[in-house]
């Protein structure tokens, strides 16, 4: 081998290992630990204050490339009749179909079609949601707020995620108590998660 040819296949092995490169991406699983996963909820009464209220059933997965910020899918399933918002007889209005449909609707499920990091711990996750029967395209503002191996409990590799997003039920055709303005359109969503790598 002569020293050009050496040249061109030395900088190829660099090139194939250098960080960053589209060669070495290796996209992981990630199942977010149910035992860390929370979803709230804010939306306006009278006008008055805004009701707090969670999810607190769900469960999802995903698979990320951390060296290339490339999701390649994810879903998250949500059992509708979960709802809480400590107060019983509210608690089973918003299962009724008036609200959630939790019998004719079971599952709220987002599936996630792209992830645009706009930093280094920042982006926005697009995907699509389904609920009461109707699928719609939504945006979350995402946050990784710490990536690393814990360090007790299963002291596996763990992202740590919060994520935001505002909604207009009345865009799934929840439209109950709008036109008298009791319960407003827009609910601001928060999610809280940490996801371990498989």
């Known amino acids: ?30 199942k977010i630990d149910e035992e860390h996963f929370s979803i709230g909820f804010l ?45 019983d007889d509210r608690d089973d209005h918003l299962r009724s179909d008036d609200f959630l449909d939790a019998d004719q609707y079971p599952k709220v499920v987002f599936e996630a079609t792209e992830y645009q990091a706009e930093s280094d711990n920042g982006g926005v996750l697009k995907g699509d949601l389904s609920l009461l029967g109707k699928t719609r395209p939504v945006e979350l503002d995402v946050q990784l707020n710490k990536a690393a191996e814990y360090t007790f409990g299963h002291a596996e590799y763990t992202l740590g995620i919060s994520a935001t997003t505002t909604l207009k039920r009345s865009e799934w055709g929840m439209t109950y108590a709008l036109d008298d303005g009791l319960v407003g359109d827009e609910v601001e969503m928060m999610f809280e998660l940490e996801a371990i790598r498989q």
């Open 1 to 30: 081998m002569n020293l050009f040819t050496r040249a061109i296949a030395t900088a190829g092995f660099l090139a194939f290992f250098v960080p960053g490169n589209p060669a070495l991406a290796d996209p992981s699983e990630f």
């Open 43 to 87: 939306v306006d009464h009278v006008g008055y204050a805004r009701q707090l209220g969670k999810f607190l059933e769900a469960r999802g997965e995903f698979t990320y490339d951390e060296e290339t910020r490339e999701l390649h899918s994810g879903r998250v399933e949500v059992d509708a009749s979960s709802v809480f918002t400590n107060h």
